[in-house]
């Protein structure tokens, strides 16, 4: 939350708003003025709506200035988060599981994006929104009376009640629908594959188990709708009452007030109008609120894939493929010298029954080792967008680790899994090349170790 505030261009748009709504109120004061002197002085009259028509133009030469510097707040709150995001998630790997990729790809290109664009314009705009009621208040006192102002007052008071009264409603629904929109997204998400590669069956399914939760969501947005309405406009349609009473009596005891009254029954209509607005926004920043504070506990919600768990050690097995010795590790045995920082050079295939933790193991060894690179079928490491089949792309990241890699340790899981038998013997050669200066822990897909390149078909990709 503290980003979203303590930066520069928060505070240049508070800044611009702020002398925005002064100029505003300027305005609305000459606009009375002309109002008061219109039977007398048409002279002046004149010179005053020249001012009033000025004051408003540079009105809108600010609002244009700080809409550019909130527009430059949601920017820079949002490569922070991300960043932020990226940094804590960096810290546990066993938080890398592809549920938790999802979930983190939906939070930030979607929730989080659409948060900080909506609370840089939400909370700004509810400060400008504020500072026009209250400079127009003061016109309005100015022109008109202190009962005048104080009627109007009370539309700021009922304001202010019901927001205290709707809070917790508000609190309660910016959970639900923050939660329920990545259940949303989720279901829509596992559309994609039963569209494309499924049968009418398949289609139909994932279309009928995204229509709950989504449903589900309309109903909580139509609900905080309604409530947000509800109570922003009863306070106005209560103040309405009050500031016909005291201006009728205004007028009875004071004639020469009813040309200033005439002339500001538009900022009068536009001052109701930004109380309603000043309630909704009000409420948004309730809403906000709650939503940028579940954003900064995004990370510690996650669930983690748990790394500290028993492994079957009797069941996994390090075999040398190429170094200084050919012997079989036990997992026991190769995790002392793992856990001991002298792991030995050359290259070791894992082996073991499914589901005896062999990936998992992995990912321990890469939380014990941050410089290592781990990769594995559902891991895309490089920036450079490849195109072509599965195999074509794992063939191109492979090539693109062991021709660029500055790590001593290679963590490679099932790299074999895409590739047909002549591509995976060029790896094969590629590892035994490297397996001289680097550590290099391998599961392989297929089992199979050096496969006779005499046997293999003679085709690519």
């Keep these: 939350m503290h980003y979203l505030f303590n930066n520069k261009f928060f505070i240049y748009s508070v800044s611009l708003v702020f002398l925005q709504q002064v100029v505003i109120g300027c305005s609305t004061y000459y606009i009375g003025l002309a109002g008061q002197a219109i039977a007398y002085n048409p002279m002046i009259v004149l010179r005053y709506i020249t001012l009033f028509f000025l004051l408003i133009a540079l009105a809108y030469l600010l609002g244009a200035c700080s809409l550019f510097f909130q527009t430059k707040l949601s920017n820079f709150c949002w490569e922070h988060y991300y960043k932020k995001i990226f940094q804590e998630l960096s810290k546990d790997i066993s938080l890398a599981t592809d549920h938790n990729k999802i979930k983190t790809q939906n939070w930030i290109a979607g929730e989080s994006f659409q948060t900080f664009q909506e609370a840089s314009h939400i909370f700004v705009d509810g400060v400008s929104v504020f500072l026009n009621i209250l400079f127009t208040i003061i016109a309005f006192k100015c022109v008109l009376g202190i009962k005048a102002s104080l009627a109007v007052c009370s539309a700021l008071v009922l304001a202010a009640l019901s927001m205290r009264l709707a ?219 490849i195109e072509g ?11 693109n680790i062991l021709q660029n890699s500055e790590s001593s340790l290679l963590l490679l899981d099932e790299w074999d899994s895409a590739l047909d038998h002549l591509h995976t013997k060029a790896i094969d050669e590629r590892l035994d090349a490297l397996a001289h200066d680097h550590t290099i822990l391998e599961v392989r897909h297929k089992h199979m170790n050096y496969v006779s390149i005499e046997s293999c078909d003679k085709k690519s990709y």
């Design 167 to 385: 809070k917790p409603l508000i609190y309660k629904l910016s959970n639900q629908i923050q939660s329920q929109k990545l259940d949303a997204l989720h279901a829509v998400h596992l559309i994609w594959d039963n569209l494309f590669f499924g049968n009418k069956h398949y289609e139909q399914a994932a279309q009928r188990i995204a229509k709950q939760p989504i449903e589900q969501l309309f109903v909580l947005i139509q609900r905080h709708k309604i409530i947000e309405q509800l109570f922003s406009c009863l306070p106005i349609l209560i103040a309405i009452s009050i500031i016909i009473i005291v201006a009728r009596h205004q007028v009875l005891s004071h004639l020469g007030s009813l040309g200033a009254l005439v002339a500001i029954l538009p900022r009068s209509l536009q001052l109701l109008q930004n109380i309603h607005t000043l309630c909704t926004s009000l409420n948004n920043m309730v809403f906000l609120h709650t939503k940028i504070g579940n954003l900064d506990r995004f990370v510690e919600q996650l669930p983690k894939q748990p790394l500290t768990g028993p492994l079957d050690c009797a069941a996994i097995m390090f075999n040398c493929l190429k170094g200084p010795t050919n012997q079989a590790w036990n997992a026991k045995l190769f995790l002392d010298h793992v856990n001991r920082g002298d792991l030995p050079q050359g290259r070791f295939l894992i082996t073991g029954s499914n589901g005896s933790g062999k990936s998992s193991l992995l990912r321990r060894i890469k939380k014990k080792y941050p410089e290592a690179i781990l990769w594995g079928p559902n891991i895309i490491l490089g920036i450079k967008k």
């Design 389 to 399: 089949s599965i195999g074509e792309q794992h063939w191109q990241i492979l090539l």
